[in-house]
Every structure is written in structure tokens, then in C-alpha cells.
């Protein structure tokens, strides 16, 4: 699968199918700390490119968070920020939510706190993080490093790599898995809608959710 189509098909998965399927595969991805900071009502989903953030150790001007990463992302880019989990300094607001969405960003995660989250619920832009706060990044933290392997939240993160998220959470999809994972996620998803319609359709929860009923997808299945 080209980039292109594997994020199209992420769009058509929510995050559960897809933790579901990396449980199966024994991989890492699903985030369980971070949440859309708006009522985002769409799947984010799309490329990986990572900002590393510092605090600010000289006096004097230095690179602001994320300024540099912005200014050359591609659309259906996701700016995945690691401020280290860090929830009393903002590192995404109002003016780099206005140059993503120029720049046709697909969504942000951080992993720490954002603020302007008006502004980015007007321009529609989706961010997720672990809380908003109105504490300013400027002369607090700066951007370290850009497009390096980073951390969210426990999980490793590459650029390149694919991201999905929506109101249940985050999930990351190294890009060497993404079509496996992808392919048994739509799997996973499939058995669900079944097992639903039989439960709309009068039968027992009870019964539908036995194995015998609607066996558990695994890895071997085609």
C-alpha cells in the first residue's frame, strides 16, 4: 500500500479496531493519556513528522516551538509533538494552529499541554494533548530537534510512521506494520458490525459475543 492509500484507510477505521488489531499482532501504538481538546467529530489520521521540545537554557532568542516543522510540512501531515508530558507550559497555539492549517496539516498531538483551543476548534484543526493551560511557551521551552524518533507517551515514534485518532484516543502504526495491521483492523472492525446487527436483530449478548458464535479474529485467518 502507497502512504496515500494507507491513510485512507485509516480514515475509514476508528482507534479501537486499530489497538485491537495491534494487540493481536503484539505491537505497541495505543496512547492511553492524550484527548481531543475540542469535539473533533472525524477521524484524524495521516503522516508522522515529530518535534522535540526543550526548556530554554540561554538567554537570547531561540527557535519556537514547532515554528521550523510547520513551515515545511505537506498536507495530510501530522505534527506529533514530545514535550515530554509536561502539563504547565502550552507548546501549540492559536498562530502555529493558523500555519498548519495553511500548510494543510492534517491534526496535532502533543504530548503535553496546548492552548487556544477556540482557535483551533474555529479553523477546525484536530489537536489532541493532555490539557490545555494559558502559559505560554515563549522563553519557557523551545524546539530541540524535528523529524527524530521521539516518545509519546511511552510509545516510540518515528517520522514517517502513521497516526489515527479520535474521541476514544491516539493510536501510532509503525510504518513497516501499517498494511498488516490495517488489513487485520478491517477484519476486526468487520466481525463488529456483524456482532451488532445480530444484537439490533433481537439475539443475546450473551451468545454474540461467545467465540462460538463470532470467532475472535486472529493473525493466521485470510
Same mark, same amino acid.
Given at each position: 500500500m502507497s502512504p496515500e492509500e494507507i491513510i485512507t484507510a485509516l480514515r475509514g477505521l476508528d482507534s479501537c479496531a486499530v489497538s485491537d488489531a495491534l494487540d493481536t499482532l503484539g505491537l505497541p501504538g495505543a496512547v492511553t493519556a492524550l484527548k481531543p481538546m475540542w469535539p473533533v467529530g472525524t477521524v484524524l489520521a495521516g503522516r508522522v513528522r515529530t518535534v522535540? @521540545? #526543550?526548556p530554554k537554557a540561554t538567554a537570547g532568542p531561540a527557535t519556537h516551538i514547532a515554528t521550523p516543522l510547520v513551515a515545511i510540512t505537506e498536507?495530510?501531515?501530522v505534527v506529533v509533538i514530545d514535550?515530554?508530558?509536561?502539563?504547565?507550559?502550552?507548546?501549540?497555539?492559536?498562530?502555529?494552529t493558523e500555519a498548519a492549517v495553511r500548510r494543510g496539516v492534517a491534526g496535532v498531538i502533543v504530548d503535553g499541554a496546548c492552548r487556544d483551543v477556540q482557535e483551533s476548534e474555529a479553523r477546525k484543526l484536530p489537536v489532541f494533548a493532555r490539557t490545555a493551560?494559558?502559559?505560554s511557551a515563549r522563553g519557557?521551552?523551545?524546539? @530541540? #530537534?524535528?523529524d527524530e524518533r521521539i516518545q509519546i507517551a511511552g510509545i516510540s515514534v518515528a517520522p514517517q510512521d502513521f497516526v489515527l485518532a479520535d474521541v476514544n484516543g491516539v493510536v501510532f502504526v509503525a510504518a513497516g506494520a501499517a498494511q498488516r495491521?490495517?488489513?487485520?483492523?478491517?477484519r476486526i472492525a468487520d466481525r463488529e458490525a456483524r456482532m451488532a446487527e445480530a444484537v439490533r436483530s433481537g439475539r443475546d449478548v450473551q451468545e454474540v459475543m461467545h467465540d462460538s458464535q463470532f470467532p475472535s479474529v486472529t493473525v493466521e485467518q485470510h
Open positions: 522535540t @521540545a #526543550a498536507p495530510d501531515d514535550n515530554h508530558g509536561r502539563t504547565d507550559v502550552s507548546c501549540w497555539g492559536g498562530l502555529l493551560v494559558p502559559v519557557r521551552i523551545v524546539q @530541540a #530537534a524535528m495491521v490495517i488489513e487485520l483492523a478491517q
